[in-house]
């Protein structure tokens, strides 16, 4: 029996607090919904309104087939963020969701589109670069489980309930092998600010391997490294993030 194609992507909004003035387009880490990253909204100002997105296999989408490509997932997102690309929007991507904010800013262009006002990647190495570790979306389970630990950022008590594990796992290796498999097609910079944030901490996105998006832009590039791991910006450095993303916001709307 053929498998049952992925639905449409959703979003998960957060209203802006007064009369919106641009939106805040959010592209979570493999695996994840779009519930973690709500609560970027009370950093933000208040014309800003947030939108993650709430991919296929999770949340809400939990029983729907999950993406497994990197083109496909571009084109369904496209669809869904289009009537919502009329005000200054910015694309905000963590790891694996920094890699798909990037292919989304690459479509836009190809399709003539709205551009964003800024392109923000955290934890993400630069796109062009090798993959520079085994891949983990076919490991065993017992050894993805042990990689999991590793990157940080999911509970213990999650990591050993399997009912819970039995859910997270197969979005988790459906995105993992959109990003492992996934072949870069070097094109011209796009013509937008680059920002990318990572942890000082971090293994498996160091500082030298993030400096490297500064290739992918024509305009502005900045870097700022915060104390912390893959997940510093849900962790010790929580505040300090929220704070450097409220100022690109705040500068994508005074340029836009």
């Known amino acids: 029996m053929a498998e049952i194609p ?20 959010i592209f979570p880490h493999a ?9 970027l ?3 933000l100002p208040p014309w800003a309104e947030l939108h993650a997105a709430q991919l296929p296999g999770r949340e809400s989408l939990f029983t729907a087939t999950p993406y497994r490509s990197m ?3 571009t084109d369904a997102l496209v669809s869904v963020l289009g009537p919502r690309l009329d005000l200054p929007f910015v ?11 990037y292919a989304l800013a690459r479509a836009l262009r190809a399709r003539g589109e709205r551009a964003p006002a800024a392109l923000v990647v955290s934890s993400s190495r630069a796109p062009h670069l090798p993959l520079g570790r085994m891949a983990l979306h076919d490991l065993p389970r017992p050894a993805l489980i042990e990689a999991i630990r590793r990157y940080g950022g999911t509970p ?7 009912e819970l594990m039995d859910l997270f796992l ?10 492992e498999t996934h072949t870069f097609e070097p094109a011209e910079p796009l013509a937008i600010p680059i920002t990318t944030f990572g942890g000082r901490q971090d293994t498996s996105a160091r500082p030298e391997q993030i400096e490297p998006w500064r290739e992918h832009t024509s305009a502005a590039f900045t870097s700022r490294i915060f104390d912390g791991g893959h997940f510093y910006l849900f962790e010790r450095s929580k505040a300090a993030f929220a704070e450097a993303l409220c100022g690109v916001i705040e500068e994508a709307q005074r340029t836009s």
Do not use: C, I, K
């Open 156 to 162: 213990e008590a999650v990591l050993g309930n399997d």
């Open 31 to 39: 695996g994840s919904g779009a519930f973690p990253y709500r609560a």
């Open 6 to 25: 992925p639905p449409p992507p959703q979003l998960v909004s957060v209203p802006a607090r007064t009369t919106p003035a641009l939106r805040l387009f």
């Open 91 to 101: 694309f905000f991507g963590h790891s694996f969701g920094g890699h798909v904010a």
């Open 71 to 73: 083109p496909s997932l």
């Open 41 to 43: 909204a009370a950093g």
């Open 170 to 179: 197969p979005p988790l290796r459906a995105d993992l092998a959109m990003y």
